[in-house]
């Protein structure tokens, strides 16, 4: 099959998601489908040639003769999920079923340049799956995120704020020489987003709202992540506060909320109050300490970006916020004044069932969300078509 | 069939979609579906049978059989849309295929009430049916965009700020006993962006602002509105605009954006300066006449709803915005300050290829999306289920 329609390859993937939820029979994918045993035994002959599929024989029945058993392949088939940030690289080797095989995290410094952090992580993905006993042909999808803006379809870096010497490059390119794998490239709110959906089976429309060092939103609807129409989609951290016209941001404007609610914009309020602040990181560690202006601080954050977070449900209507990054582990201070603002604002229609927590994954979301796009790439009409090649 | 698996409505929505895009034959629908010819037949039939999709045989070929054609019904099909305002209805009932039969516009008053606002509403159809030659058993769905917040599920109205009387109402129990088609029924402003989007084929992500007597939006990507958890997304109008914390907004709370930059909001104003502005209507004649005072207002009011504006942008990343309502009539002064406001706030990365302009529809946006619904409705999975059921 080398010229397979777009038909042919959404019945092969809507046939390898079924297996993947558990219809595990040849019979009951007939069922299923209502293609006929012939039709499912052709195409589930081709997704076991191809390596994505294999069949067992484990339950003895009555009359002796065990009935085959379909499950995604596990012996050779892994995906590979990474999470990269500003000082970090956290990567796992999973399973097309999502047991993790192998996972670490190492520091990198990303203003290093995209061919001098990506070989790095090369060499750390080796390492994985040496631990994890696979070779590279067995690598079946790779997925990255990184703390910049990603055109998702081609996986160019375009104007990262952070990330210096990123701009402009495709970052697939400089693994089509080292793996045989589609490479996937988002943001790492949009993993983070997506990873926490996959957590929560009843949400359909969720919000991720990363507050970290900036402010950056992932946005899941239906399974699927908006990136909108150039994959800038959930670049909330420049919308404008009111009352805040005299506070300058990196951006060049005034009054963006990542200028006055950020993890960075907190420590700098207490620096100018003589507080030792300089990173995120000292906020929580002054908050966690009890330093009383240091509480009042991000409370008073959290108000300005509740302001924001109301707009958005007003908009999006989302029946889920997740609160991420390394300020919303301060969640008690974070969290009411955040809902207090929602339920101020937005109208009782779109406030009465939303719910806003905080991550259920911590610092795992965007690992755990790479990990479900590379599988779900995987199991795409497109993701087949590559794997058909 | 009376029990029609999932699968195979998907697959009878499909066939019915080909044919509706153009594919007309019988095989040409087993080449594009993969299907069998004794298994399309089988579909085709059942589509015929239901009343959906009529055969016919108009080309003569050499061998002189006629090949037949199949085409969406038209002798004995049609779809009633729906545009329901505060002062008129306008109603057309039109062809699977997109053509208007009949249609018109006629005076209401929204807070009579559902009953005595519904018992009219059918009397118009009636005659327009009338006109159109079509009797009640002919209608295949109908599709009503109402000015307030909707539950699309039910099609119950939920706490309608206008629309007196209507609270909690379910407005397809009215019709259960009057015609057997489906009822669907969603905001207006919903509908207008399903209308204009119907209109631009390049598009894949638009958000449709309507500044009328109030502010609000509706959202469409991939051809399917975006209603949100609850059915509220795109309630835009309290999101508070900053520098405003001092005007009073009918809602209870203050600084929105519909009580700063809303038809009402500005003729308010004019009014306060001694101007004779009761409705959003007289601002558009204001300005028409070249009042430098209206048209003042009417560019700061732009400025205003350009910073929430700049905000849906960052968030959502659209391609098209399409400005309508009464005052998107003053696209002049409009445009200018929305598009400033949007370049000045939100990144490049989704700023590059926005395109901001008012409506290709007007008035007729409405009404152009109710059709459109009611064909994607009846097209569809659900609707197609509901015709065997």
Known sequence: MTAASDRQLTALS???????????????????????????????????????LVETGTVATERGRPPLTLQLASATAVVCAVDLGATHSA????????????????????????????????????????????????????????????????????RPPIMRGWDGYRVPSFFAD??????????????????????????????????????????????????????AAGDIGHIRVPGHDEVLCHCGNTGCVEAVASGAAIAATLREAGLPAEHA???????????????????????RLGDVVASLVSFYNPDTIVLGGSIASLHDDLLADIRAAVYRRALPLATRTVAIETTLLGRRAGIEGARRLAVQHLLSPEGIGHMLG
């Open 178 to 231: 080292r793996y045989r794998a589609p490479v996937l490239v988002d943001n790492d709110v949009n993993m983070m987003a997506l990873g926490e959906y996959g957590h929560r089976p009843a949400t359909a429309h969720l919000l991720y709202v990363k507050v970290g060092t900036g402010i950056g939103c992932g946005i899941v609807s239906g399974g699927l992540v908006h990136r909108g129409a150039t994959g």
């Open 91 to 158: 990567v796992a080797v999973a399973g097309l079923g999502g047991t993790v095989l192998a996972e670490a995290t190492e520091d990198l410094d990303i203003n290093d340049g995209p061919e001098a952090v990506l070989t790095g992580l090369h060499k750390q993905l080796g390492r994985l799956l040496d631990t994890a006993g696979h070779p590279a042909e067995h690598v079946r999808a790779i997925s990255i995120g990184l703390p910049g803006p990603v055109e998702a379809s081609t996986g160019t870096v375009i």
């Open 281 to 303: 990181a000292d906020v929580v560690r002054l908050v966690a300490a009890g330093d009383p202006l240091a509480r009042r601080q991000v409370r008073l954050a959290a108000q």
């Open 14 to 52: 809507e046939l390898a998601g079924l297996v993947a939820g558990g219809v595990t029979r040849r019979s009951q994918l007939a069922t299923a489908t209502g293609l006929s045993r012939a039709a499912v035994a052709q195409r589930v002959d081709l997704l076991i040639a191809k390596g994505l």
